[in-house]
Every structure is written in C-alpha cells, then in structure tokens.
C-alpha cells in the first residue's frame, strides 16, 4: 500500500454534551493520515473561530485498510462556551451506526472523554509539582489510541490514552523501567492512560545502518534480561502469543476469514495449522526461550539521539518467541541493510546464548509471524466499533495470504 497524498476533510460539530451541530464545508488537508487531529483543529479554528477537540472518524471513502487519503468526515467537539462564527450546513449522511453509541466506542471518542483525561493528567502533574503552563495540543486519535502533549516548566509531557484491551501499557514500562532505562519516564498510570516524560532527539523512521544496530542491541539486551521472568511480563496483562494459546487463536482466524481467500491459500494455511506442534517442537529446539515481544518494533516507534535510544509504544508488547519482532522491523528498513541486520541480530542472540540456532529460528517463526499479525487484526476488529472497522479490516486476509506465501516460499 503505497503512501496517499492528502485527504479531504468534512468536520461535524458537537458540543459537550454531545449534541450534533452542523457540519463545516470540506477542507484539503496536506497530510493523508486519518489519525492525524492538529490539523484538522487547526482548520476549524481558522474556518469558525472556534477550538475543538477531534473525538473520532465517521465515514471515509477509501477501500478497508487504508489510513489515510480520500475523503473523510470526523467529529469533534466544540468548547464549552465557544460558539461557532459561521452558519453550519448539514452533517453529511453517515451510518446510523457511526452517530449512534456504542459499546465499543473508546471513553475518548466520546463528548467529554478526552477532557476527562486531560483532567487526570493535570491532577498527576499538579502533585508531582509541575503544573501545565500552556494549552494542551491534541496530536492524533484514531481506535488505538489518543495522544497529547502538555507543556510544563520543565519541558513537554505526553497523555496516551488507550482502548482497554491496550490498558496495559503502564504497567509494561513500569515493569521494565526495572530492567532498562530505554523506556519513557513514567509520570502516571491509570487504567488505560499513561502520561509520560519527554524523549530528546527524533523519531528514528530513516535511521541510518549504525543506528538501527543500535535499535536492536537495546531491543535484544530487554529480552535477554526478561528471561525467566515471563510471569511478570504477563501480570502486566500483556498478550500471550505462546502455545497452545497462539494455536487456538490462529486456527480463529483462519476460520473466520476464510472467504475471504482462494482455495490455494486457504490449503496452505490448513497446513501451516496442521504443523504448529511440529514446527513449534522445532523451534523451542534452536535454543531461544520466549520472553518479551515488542509485538510492534519498528524504527518509528523508536526515539532518541546522541544520548541513547528509547523504545516507544508497548500497547502491542506480549510474549512469546522474541524473534517474532524480527520481520515487521526489516520490512521497515532499506532492503539493502536487511541482510546485515539480520546477521547482526543472529549475532546478538549467539553471544546472549552460545550454542542457539538464531538463523533456523527466524526462517522457522515467518508464518507464524504472519499469523501472529493476522490474530491482531482480527483481535482489533472484536474490540472497536464498526464504524471504525475500515481501518482494519482487510488486515486479517494480508496477513493470512503472506502466512501462506511465506511457508509455500520456505517449502519451495
């Protein structure tokens, strides 16, 4: 899926109460991401004069799976007290399913919610004797999380509040501030928010070769010291993607999407199922314990400069073999770096290990990382409200028909 270029943005208007107001005319917005929500305020800001808080997206007109790109309709809530300094047209027709509640919806893409967070956030700063000294900017919201930065005397803060079943999160870093320091300050946990410490440097998404080493010696040194410990990883409430519990789940997917691949790649994966005890009794025989999975590596979700790097977004983090983080991160690197990096993570795990098979292991996990992707998706589309399914739900069949390729690729 190649990168969209900019979207077309309708934004209808509630107010605190909720309470459905008009809708502003379109606006072409740069930035193709639907998460995205500075921009979008910024629009409203300039087309009505008023301050809003981006709650969720309603409606796109992009195939399943996109993020980005097309036309879109958001909603956002209006500040108390602020009215509106230009005539509302109607809110574009939407799904009755996107206007009426839901159970699944997240408390911060309801009238209020995000509000409610930022309450908490200043009541943690407030006793930790660093108030906020300037507004909060709201920087994305999408079904998997809402984030913010909050200016204080000493620097930025960020609020990420999550879905539930991502309401692990704190207690992932709080466990593993014990272990590393590459992990975000933890000012505050609460169930399903987190406000955390500011990370000098960048975003490493184009990190050169010598950095991405570096990425994964901090990566590799967390897991390492986590063996043995895999009872505390899990009473964080992190996913379990160890058998026969990963079995069961994959075997779920398969069955649930299975109209929606050919009859070629639905009798790859019936064998990739059938030998799971198999490959996994091969698996557990090259010598990596399970341990900690990220469960969403990547070079952008890694932070820092010449200080050190930091590893951001634990939502995802579970365990499971560790090496089932190797494949999403080398498809986010330059192709020519991959066969490096590769040979230098296999390095890292023979010196933590002496006598493990790093390389056996990572041709044996590609389609259960796929699968293990596929189980995600799946495991996002039960959790959000249909009206946001389109972020998603073509994932499960991707990932399923990469499952498949990978092992039909293996055999060959």
Not at 297 to 314: E, M, Q, R
Request: hydrophobic share 45%.
């Amino acid at each position: 899926m190649g990168s969209p270029s900019g979207r077309r943005v309708t934004v209808a208007l509630c107010d605190p109460a909720g309470t459905w107001l008009g809708a502003l005319p379109p606006v072409d917005l740069p930035s193709p991401w639907y998460p995205n929500a500075e921009d979008v305020i910024e629009s409203v800001r300039k087309q009505a004069g008023v301050d809003v808080t981006v709650l969720r997206l309603l409606d796109a007109d992009q195939p399943p799976s996109h993020r980005g790109g097309g036309k879109v309709i958001v909603l956002a809530q209006v500040q108390p007290g602020q009215p509106t300094t230009r005539r509302l047209e109607p809110v574009p027709h939407v799904a009755k399913s996107a206007r009426a509640d839901h159970r699944l919806r997240a408390a911060y893409a309801r009238p209020g919610g995000p509000q409610a967070d930022l309450a908490w956030a200043e009541g943690v700063l407030a006793r930790r004797g660093t108030p906020r000294i300037g507004a909060p900017r709201q920087i994305r919201t999408w079904n998997l999380s809402c984030i913010w930065v909050l200016p204080t005397a000493q620097g930025p803060v960020w609020l990420k509040s999550v879905p539930p079943f991502f309401g692990h999160e704190g207690a992932m870093i709080e466990m593993l501030a014990s272990v590393t320091d590459a992990v975000p300050a933890l000012l505050g946990r609460d169930d399903g928010r987190v406000l955390l410490g500011d990370v000098p440097g960048v975003d490493q998404y184009d990190a050169p070769a010598r950095v991405l080493r570096q990425m994964l010696q901090v990566l590799v040194g967390m897991q390492v010291a986590l063996i043995g410990r895999v009872g505390d990883v899990l009473a964080t409430g992190a996913f379990n993607w160890r058998p026969p519990r990963f079995d069961d789940l994959a075997a779920d997917v398969v069955d649930r999407t299975a109209d929606q691949l050919d009859m070629r790649t639905r009798a790859a994966l019936t064998r990739i199922l059938a030998g799971l005890p198999k490959r996994q009794a091969a698996l557990a025989a090259c010598g990596i314990p399970d341990t900690l999975v990220h469960g969403d590596f990547h070079p952008g979700n890694v932070h820092g400069g010449t200080d050190g790097l930091v590893i951001l977004d634990w939502a995802d983090s579970g365990v499971g073999h560790p090496l089932l983080d190797q494949s999403a991160f080398l498809e986010r690197v330059p192709k020519a770096d991959q066969p490096l990096l590769r040979a230098f993570w296999s390095a890292l795990w023979r010196a933590a290990i002496p006598d493990c098979e790093p390389d056996r292991a990572a041709g044996l996990l590609a389609p259960m990382a796929a699968l293990r992707q596929a189980v995600i998706y799946r495991f996002f589309l039960d959790r959000i409200e249909p009206a946001e399914h389109l972020y998603h739900a073509a994932d499960p069949a991707v990932w399923l028909t990469k499952a498949a390729l990978t092992a039909t690729n293996a055999a060959e």
